[in-house]
């Protein structure tokens, strides 16, 4: 006969499984979590965190159930081909290469890319020939193993391989194109745009949201500048001003160019106006986190309602508030408060997030004001009131830019966003030809252009950015 103490001891053990087995379970199927050991060595070492690997064949999911934009869990389906679940929501294309979970179609059915069969070579004559695989750029490939080119997915499917056909942020052949021609500028490859698509670079290098028509029709401010008013041939900011004007950040993959160019210029005339009695940078992420009414963050923001915030509102200083932003862009809400006092002068009312900073302080300008669409009368701005910011449009061929004086090539690609930056100053080269241009400060750090800047023709309106010029008044005292 069995004891009480044998029974006990046996429904203990039931217990104890039951709840090992359903934490275990949980754990395996919560937050996106796939079943890895279903998958070989090789597959098993591209796994990170909670995406793996996934291959594709002509099995139609998004097909019949349709996609998703963004994120979404729900926008997924049992998988047949690997006994686990595939996505088609918009998340699922963003992570590298080794940690697609995609369903087989996405491409195709979510993204409209076509899958073109690129050119094969048979596989080396070591005794691999009966294997079935890709050669490809003296490396074989196993079938059904994934690798990327640049911003593209191919896939070893029969000896061939099928790729993606997206237009990359970076084209070799682009490069090539303008260094060989005769355009006044260089192009370059940058490491940082390597691997991302031409949309994803409108999409997060850029950011500005085109001007308004209230903005467009704000009154302009003029100098009328006499004609008899003579310009030097060169001028920079910062030969006039030395250590009032802020070099450029890099705004890295968060579409916020509207914060970088209204922080940039408000601290150059903060500096300037105060005669130099507050030289700080100002912070872009005070904007970027706290600049929240119709703006939105590092998905796109207007100029005119940064300016606005500066004016009631006002930003720390970068040292204050630094940029931060990892690469999923996950929003950062506001770490700053303040008051107004009644005369209109703005207090914060909690340190600085940087906690190693201890002042601040609010820095506030003047409603902002436009300076007519004359090249006079930009110069003249720039040479009494400091640097302005502009408006220009972004082609393709931009990002590749170098050194030299830019003008767009008109290139096939006929898509373009607007972006905002900061005019520094000007010049003039008579060799080759007589040719003026403007000196700018962008927003994608020093390791692009010309140390951060680039030239563009002057006078001719290229690529619009002389179409709308943004200065304020920052006089701030002691």
């Known amino acids: 006969m069995v004891s009480r103490d044998f029974l006990k001891m046996g429904r203990v053990f039931y217990i104890y499984s039951f709840f090992l087995i359903f934490f275990h379970f949980g754990d395996i199927f919560c937050d996106r979590r796939l079943m890895v050991n279903l998958y070989s060595v090789e597959e098993n070492k591209l796994l990170k965190a909670t995406r793996a690997k996934r291959s594709l064949d002509g099995e139609r999911y998004c097909t019949r159930n349709g996609c998703c934009d963004s994120r979404n869990d729900d926008c997924s389906l049992f998988y047949f081909g690997k006994n686990t679940t595939c996505y088609c929501d918009a998340f699922c294309d963003q992570a590298p290469l080794g940690h697609v979970d995609c369903c087989p179609d996405f491409w195709i059915t979510c993204t409209g890319q076509n899958l073109v069969e690129s050119s094969t070579t048979s596989p080396p004559s070591t005794g691999t020939s009966d294997k079935m695989g890709c050669y490809k750029d003296g490396s074989y490939y196993e079938d059904k193993s994934i690798r990327k080119e640049n911003c593209n997915y191919c896939y070893c499917s029969q000896n061939k391989f099928i790729c993606t056909n997206h237009t990359c942020l970076i084209q070799p052949e682009l490069i090539h194109f303008i260094n060989t021609g005769d355009y006044g500028w260089k192009a370059d490859n940058y490491s940082q745009f390597w691997g991302m698509t031409l949309r994803e670079g409108f999409e997060y290098r850029l950011g500005t949201k085109p001007p308004t028509p209230s903005l467009l029709s704000m009154n302009e401010m003029t100098h009328r500048v006499s004609p008899d008013e003579e310009f030097p041939q060169f001028f920079i900011s910062s030969y006039k001003w030395p250590d009032y004007i802020h070099r450029p950040l890099d705004q890295k993959n968060c579409a916020a160019s509207w914060a970088f160019s209204t922080a940039s210029v408000a601290a150059d005339r903060v500096a300037i106006h105060s005669q130099g009695h507050h030289t700080l940078n100002l912070s872009p992420q005070d904007l970027i986190s706290c600049n929240v009414h119709n703006q939105y963050g590092c998905r796109g923001g207007h100029i005119d309602g940064a300016w606005w915030f500066l004016r009631k509102r006002g930003l720390v200083s970068h040292q204050c508030y630094p940029y931060e932003m990892d690469e999923n862009n996950v929003y950062r809400t506001c770490n700053i408060s303040s008051f107004t006092d009644k005369h209109g002068k703005s207090h914060a009312t909690e340190p600085c997030p940087n906690r190693l900073e201890d002042s601040n302080y609010l820095y506030q300008c003047s409603p902002p004001y436009r300076i007519p669409s004359n090249e006079r009368e930009i110069m003249m701005e ?38 905002s930056v900061k005019i520094v100053g000007w010049g003039a080269l008579r060799r080759p030809i007589y040719q003026k241009f403007w000196i700018v400060a962008n927003s994608w750090g020093t390791k692009w252009g010309e140390n951060g800047y680039f030239r563009i023709v002057r006078g001719e309106n290229e690529c619009g950015i002389e179409r709308l010029i943004i200065g304020a008044w920052c006089h701030i005292t002691g």
């Open 382 to 419: 720039l040479m009494e009131n400091g640097p302005v910011q502009a408006i220009m449009t972004v082609h393709e061929d931009f990002f590749l830019y170098k050194s030299g004086i830019y003008k767009y090539t008109g290139t096939r690609e006929k898509k373009s966003e607007t972006h």
